[in-house]
């Protein structure tokens, strides 16, 4: 990575990295009820299988493709101009939002005013959108008046990975194509630990899943560059990347490469934890080139604009960040709302306090005023921000443990409890939430915190960080919690938060986020595969078999990290030609 | 890595990496009941924390410690004299072995005779040994005699960790020190799936679970350099580092530098699996040089020595390079006598047939002749061997599934019940075993195969490759596998054998060794934690506290790789002082 280059809007460029196509691979659009319901798919070819009698041809493999128009050749990326708003014309047609003059925060006000920022600013031609007076624009909301909306056709095609066509298709190629689609497609029944995931993925499916608050569609009316994707234990598991930068670490450059870099090898959601200066400036750059959802945690930018001071924050200061937030197209927010003032003295014996920094933050606030939290006060005014942008809440796990010690005890527990009332107030509201989980965990604790999630939590998405099962690997902590993520995506998680190998130790460069992504597929796929998930399998079963073939390019190609794969190939020339796992 | 330069014995040194001293850690030695039992434990120091009213001394922690006497600078170490045989008093007093001319196997004695391999080969100045007639030298069969041996007291403090003496050390040091106690040794009850880890190892428990078969002793009456260790479930998890050349790509300076890396790093016992012209001398190098179980698999030698032809082995091949192994050295063989002729059908449909190298070679000697293998019918001749020297039994998984698809199949489980038959006919003999496991498979069916292993094979130690958890990883399958390994690990398995990175896709060099450790120490010790063996989490506390108290040296030194979790602090200083998980 370069060392820190001035950025300078005029001569923004995209990383050359993300733009490279993947090998053997190509891009296709598979296209719904409607023509502008065009949804990505990776189609990764494969080479044939000599036989005693000849060739056989081996079947395309689709694959699940987070990383959006940076991988087509056919679209001209200038990251200067931002993707192109997919969604716009469907957010439009709904007739419920309206367009805003600009934004209206004093925030985002102040920023678009200021000369100085001129040179770093996104030239954003577009003005931001607010639901009308009196509506609510959440995919929630439309669920529960039983309104399938173009997310949802989406995402079912998206989750379905034309399963069902590609095993057909195999089929109807005579007995070779029979037999392939018997070897391609079988898998060992899962252990669902009461997760319904059925056959096909129905758009219906799709909405009833978000009506019952099982899962949700993070989807910003801001954010039209969105490519629909759903968090929820029915649907496939979900990674986020977490990037950022800090005064000392990098700009708004390296930010937007950490982001292409982690849709491109898999990444679903993106946080945006950044600090420092342009923080602003910096999040507009992420959101207006990224085709999955942002999160962020609105209370680290709310704590820089009174200096550091937690006990200085107030509503009103939170309450702008909020709508400057939500008016740039965050698609889900981190609030730490379950911190009740009663909680705080829970953690006084504990090994390592609350390691939580939006945690910490709030205590701090309750314990200097000595009252609830406006987050826990003002809730029911966040939830009409929320769903006046389509906003979904990742309620915070301000108490989540930071030590094997403190798994699953009081603290944690009690404040669990709370994000389960929370969310029935937020539900009332038709407003999406996930739910944020640990931590660190040791293994024989981690069922026990997702079933006990699943109960007191209503059964909203649980969106964890790990767990790490041990805390004496520093510099490993992608693996010691990729042992956790496997297992809490498996019982039931629906978004695994990855841990790269910085954790603990300093924040994490291109590379880490790449390490951190893969462990984190694994884990992912790792749990699909458990779950019992329709046609998870089916890649495994091709690269097993282009592996037993020595097809050596389709084995590579077929794995999370090809180039990885190749390189540690042709490193060595293994000599003999059996393998030995 | 160097570019393999020639090995010459005369000017053989021991890697500089290997003898550096542990940051802030000492060898202590904690002596039994007599003089010449002194059992290695690392002392790791640490810094002070600083309070409002002073300063808290932190007291020291004692890890268990597999590296050596490399890491003890008052040992001098000289690759080219070997380590000193610390078991060879135990023997000799227990009177029934005698001391040999020299190498009985006729390759052995060939090998000794050759003038050109003069400058390669290790001066060994001792001369093997062998049971007296009609003895038997195993620790099984002292076990069963009711002999507490000193190595079965060695195991026992070994295991302990000073755990008892720790705690009530901390206890006698006043309020601040029970303080200490309780935060320090505080653990969360396990699941240890019908695992019975008593509190206190005593010399008795070692012996008796060893007499009942459910822990072994690798300790090869020619292997005196070994420090006693134990492979059972009701013991710590252990895990092993595959090492070994090829013509390719290193030589015996490489392979001895791997072995000392991966004790280094907490390897609890190697495999030599190399293969190419000089196997036999490269052995006893690694042999001479290690203070830790060695394993090899004897068909890979005789193979070659029958120029890879597999059709062509014959028992008195294969007995001659079990002699000639059993009087180097070697701890345990691997020997895959449980495929049986009506087995090698059973993989005809399966997705990537049979990845076992041993196993491939004996399925097609069984074919070619039609005929049970020499290994099976010859199993009480081996038996006769093994009780000879004390070489512990592997039984190798020949038919593991080398795939998801091929999981827990009819083939793999089929072999496990002979296996099962094998382990009751080996113990007829007094002769240890462990069992060999997958291999490939989902998280949902590990479960299964471990209870399945422990009922046919009668509790006998599991000791399993990962398993991985999916097969779509290639590059990184020390973290599909490490999933799998901590699962099983877990549930019942006695030893982990690792997974490097380059599984699948070339043999590892010294930085593939450490991964693959470090993702293994992992595993080990989540299940540890997760079976709740006593004193596991103290380390885990330790660290916490560091961590907490940013005492940041503490916490690297407390980790497992001290040198990289310090890299990688070094690389960014965090601004923030709050730290995310």
Redesign the interface.
Known sequence: MNANPQFLAATAQVDDAAVKPLPNSRKIYVEGSRADIRVPMREITQGDTRTATGVEKNPPIYVYDTSGPYTDPDVKIDIRSGLAPLRAAWIEERGDTEVLAGPTSEYGQGRLADPKLAELRFNLKRAPRRAKAGANVTQMHYARRGIVTPEMEYIAIRENQRRKEYLEGLRAGGPTGEKLAR?IG?Q????SFGANIPDEITPEFVRDEVARGRAIIPANINHPETEPMIIGRNFLVKINA?IGN????SGIGEEVEKMTWSIRWGGDTVMD?S??KHIHETREWIVRNSPVPIGTVPIYQALEKVDGKAEELTWEIFRDTLIEQAEQGVDYFTIHAGIRLAHIPLTANR???I???GG?IMAKWCLAHHKESFLYTHFEDICEIMKAYDVAFSLGDGLRP????D?NDEAQLAELRTLGELTQVAWKHDVQVMIEGP??V????IKENMDIQLKDCHEAPFYT??P????????????????GA??IG?YGTAMLCY?T???????P?KKDVKDGI??Y???A???D????HPGA?I???A???A??EFRWED??N????PD??K???D??????S????
Chains 1, 2 share one sequence.
Not at 246 to 249: E, I, P
Not at 529 to 532: I, Q, S, V, Y
């Open positions: 070897l079988r060992h029944p899962g252990q977490n800090s005064a000392v670490s934890l600090t420092g090994m390592t306090g390691v939580s920094r910490s930071g030590s094997i010690w798994a931590g660190h040791p293994m024989q604790l960080l790990g790490l099962t041990t805390d004496i690997a520093p510099g490993y902590d992608h693996i010691t919690s990729a042992i496997a297992q498996w841990v190998p910085k954790e603990h130790l300093g924040l460069n893969m462990a597929k694994i884990a796929h790792a749990a595969l458990a779950k019992g399998q890649r495994d079963n690269l097993s078999k592996r037993f084995q590579f077929l794995g999370f990290d990885t794969a390189d540690f190939h490193e060595t020339l293994p000599k003999d059996m393998k030995t796992a």
